[in-house]
């Protein structure tokens, strides 16, 4: 237990420490995760008048952890469907962003003198901006709904998924001490060949595995067992050679596809938070006041390298993607500091013993102050743009507003781009699939048929398996797309198409071949020309089978199933949001969602009552009400607690209509505390009003706004009295109601309660 008792005494203190330091940073209005920093640095050995921790081994170990939750948090909220639906413009705003700042970096760690190794890592560091700082502070600052958010949201999408990228390349880099660029191109493409394989199989497979599962499933065991296939990923990805915090990701957003994606988050936030705790905390204790003060040059010309070089790289990238110089602006201020992903890149260096010591400290000190001028940066950026626009020469601001609206006009792409990119697609992912299919099989599959079936009958049934596993996959890169409208059309089109559409044809057969081939020569010693003979007669066997036709079509069709299941029980559950919604982003106007709250003044009114386009010139396209959506309502809808309704405005007039929502929201204490209802009885005399009376008669229900619960008669017990019979002489009325309607009711004072 002694050892128990230490790691016990360890988390004690780093939970009691970042307990505390929540508690002031959410008074404060401040990041959590700087909270769990400045905890960390309390329970650190650097602080001499707090406990420290004793043993860091075991933290380490957690906070290890904590970076495998965290990672699979954000695969949970990624998606790779996101990447498509984000647009041109992020993409080319996050690449411009991020190959800028890694240069940049590299450039201020060259400049200090520091090792090669630290330099790279310090533009890795620097080059990520914090996803979790700009939500809260866009949040705080209540920017969330305006139309340049979702531009900066969309960029810090692809920033996580090229953080993962960035990770493994370094990764790598770190253990082969090699900057070579065929060591580069071949990581790299180690890493599109596992993402695309784990991707596709993990679609196929573990949507269907939860499906059948479903009623299984209780949040117990689902939490189980996504838990169990994150750390599974985990195992894999790290005997493939690639970091635990890029398995922990794939998996995260695999299961994102899913339906259940929204309840496993759910499910796994408390253990994330947890664990990822521990690790922001692990993060503090690595930081030396003695070395900050030694390094506090660094510090401050990277801090400055952060702000100027996001605020302006972030600003060129969005002008290169074609929008408008305020835009960009709000954009490029928006994503001024760093945060988590500087934290895990550093973390990564440390664990690898490839960066310095000094270099952990100088980040987290980067990272506090850049997070503590953000909501500023964000606020500067509207005036920043005013006096930018006023100063610019007239013939710069023609040149970007002709460039602006050039590049937002819609390009039609070629058939024959088109086509080829479609089987591009194609041919690289069942390709993927086919190698991996063969790897496993010469892998296990062989030696075990051949210790069980030794010689040629062995190894003629290992190659006929082989071959009968990818021969689906081989199917669909030789047929697919052979008959889709696009290749019909040119074949139509032109004579001179014909040619090359034929030789797309033969390029994919040929390619089939030589994985029958690749098979063949693996097991036997035969002439090439008999080979080639055998390749292509099974080939031409694949084509002509109408059982692997059916095969193959049924495979793709259950992975596209699976991969649009979410997205198609969502526009079912009238959670989507319509199409046209990403076309008003173009335009001034866009649209929202507002959730009505339960004590909203606004429930049980009618639209005509409210007539929000009059007051705050938006208008209302669709409520959605639990499973049912009502498109397009009309005046006399009434609007109840927790509506969903979708609204369009501009940005001003959204941010009036959601800070009004507030107000018509917001409880009067004094209202609760007078709205408490009590039971009271009260006798009815010879003076009384109510003798002789019936109780529809007496008024107590419509003029005291009172309920009659029973009446005691006589001996009688408590009884539910008839509404025609008239209240006799010592009758012991029983009524209910608010305190202050009872007690003007039966007569009584009360001081706090306000009679009038």
């Known amino acids: 237990m002694s050892h128990l008792a230490t790691l016990i005494n360890d988390l004690a203190l780093i939970l009691i420490c970042a307990g505390i330091m929540t508690l002031l940073f959410k008074k404060l209005k401040q990041p959590l995760v700087l909270g769990y920093v400045v905890a960390g640095f309390l ?7 707090t406990p420290s921790v004793m043993d860091t081994a075991n933290i380490q170990t957690w906070a290890d952890i904590g970076v495998i939750f965290l990672l699979f948090a954000l695969g949970l909220e990624f998606s790779f469907k996101k990447i498509v639906k984000v647009g041109g413009a992020a993409i080319i705003a996050a690449c411009t962003i991020i190959f800028c700042m890694i240069l940049l970096g590299i450039t201020v760690g060259t400049g200090f003198g520091w090792q090669r190794m630290d330099s790279i890592f310090l533009g890795g560091m620097i080059a990520m901006s914090s996803t979790t700082i700009i939500y809260k502070a866009f949040d705080d600052l209540g920017m969330r709904k305006k139309q340049f958010t979702g531009l900066v949201l969309s960029v810090l999408i692809l920033e996580d998924i090229l953080a993962i990228v960035l990770m493994v390349m370094l990764s790598t880099m770190a253990v082969r001490h090699n900057f070579e660029g065929s060591e580069m191109l071949e990581s790299i493409g180690k890493l599109l060949f596992f993402l695309i394989l784990w991707f596709v199989v993990g679609i196929y497979l573990i949507p269907e595995l939860l499906k059948r599962c479903r009623k299984l499933m209780s ?5 189980i067992v996504s838990l169990g296939l994150c750390f599974g990923m985990v195992v894999m990805a790290a005997h493939t050679g690639f970091s635990a915090a890029f398995g922990a990701f794939i998996m995260g957003s695999i299961l994102a596809e899913t339906v259940e994606a929204e309840s496993i988050e759910r499910l796994v936030k408390p253990v994330k938070d947890l664990f990822g705790a521990v690790f922001f905390v692990s993060v503090g ?9 030694e390094y506090a040059l660094p510090i401050i010309v990277i801090t400055l390298a952060v702000i100027l070089g996001q605020s302006l790289f972030g600003t060129l990238g969005v002008l290169l993607a074609g929008q408008p110089l305020k835009t960009a602006m709000q954009c490029g201020f928006s994503l001024t500091q760093i945060g988590e992903f500087a934290f895990i890149i550093a973390s990564l260096g440390v664990s690898l013993h490839v960066t310095s010591d000094f270099l952990y400290p100088i980040v987290v000190a980067v990272s506090v102050i850049t997070t503590f001028l953000s909501p500023y940066m964000i606020r500067f950026a509207e005036p920043a743009s005013n006096f930018v626009d006023t100063h610019l020469p007239a013939k710069w601001k023609n040149f ?3 460039y602006s609206s050039g590049s937002q006009t819609m390009n039609h792409e070629s058939l024959w781009k088109k086509f080829i990119l479609a089987l591009t697609r194609i041919t690289i992912v069942y390709s993927i699939v086919s190698i991996a299919v063969v790897a496993l099989a010469f892998r296990f599959l062989v030696p075990l048929l051949l210790e069980h079936i030794p010689g040629i009958w062995g190894k003629l049934l290992a190659a006929f398996l082989t071959i009968l596993f990818i021969a689906p996959f081989l199917r669909a890169i030789m047929i697919k797309k052979n008959h889709s409208a696009e290749f019909v059309t040119l074949w139509k089109d032109s004579r001179g198409n014909r040619a090359p559409l034929v030789a797309t044809i033969v390029i994919r057969i040929l390619i089939a071949v030589s994985f029958v081939m690749f098979v063949i020569a693996g097991l036997f010693e035969v002439s090439v020309g008999l080979l080639l003979g055998v390749a292509v007669l099974l080939v031409t066997m694949m084509i002509l089978s109408r059982q692997l036709k059916k095969q193959s079509i049924m495979i793709e069709r259950k992975f596209f199933q699976n991969l649009r299941y979410r997205d198609m029980r969502a526009e079912y559950m009238g959670e ?8 008003l982003l173009s335009r001034d106007l866009h649209l929202a969602d507002f959730e009505i709250p339960g004590e ?10 409210l007539n929000f ?3 705050f010139g938006v208008h209302v396209v669709s409520i959605l009400r639990g499973k049912k959506r009502i498109n397009i309502p009309g005046a006399s809808v009434r609007l109840f607690p927790e509506d969903k309704i979708q609204v369009i405005g501009t940005d001003e007039e959204l941010n009036q209509f959601g800070t009004e929502m507030e107000k018509a929201s917001a409880l009067d204490t004094n209202v609760v505390e007078k709205s408490e209802t009590i039971l009271r009885q009260f006798r009815v005399d010879e003076q009384s009003e109510f003798l002789g009376k019936t109780m529809r008669e007496s008024g107590i229900r419509e003029k005291y706004h009172c309920l009659i619960v029973g009446v005691e008669r006589g001996e009688e017990a ?8 008239p209240f006799m002489e010592d009758d012991v009325v029983w009524v209910v109601g608010e305190k202050a309607d009872v007690y003007k009711l039966v007569g009584q004072k009360n001081e706090n309660i306000d009679m009038e």
């Open 219 to 223: 949040e117990e065991t689902l939490l």
């Open 613 to 615: 386009g009059k007051q």
């Open 43 to 49: 329970a650190s050995p650097h602080m001499p008048y």
């Open 600 to 609: 909203s003044a606004w429930a049980g009114k009618t639209l005509l009552e």
């Open 576 to 583: 989507k949001k319509p199409e046209y919604a990403g076309r």
């Open 718 to 725: 408590l009884h539910a009295p008839d509404p025609h019979e």
């Open 285 to 293: 204790m690595m930081v030396d006041p003695a070395m900050i003060v």
């Open 400 to 402: 970007l507003l002709h």
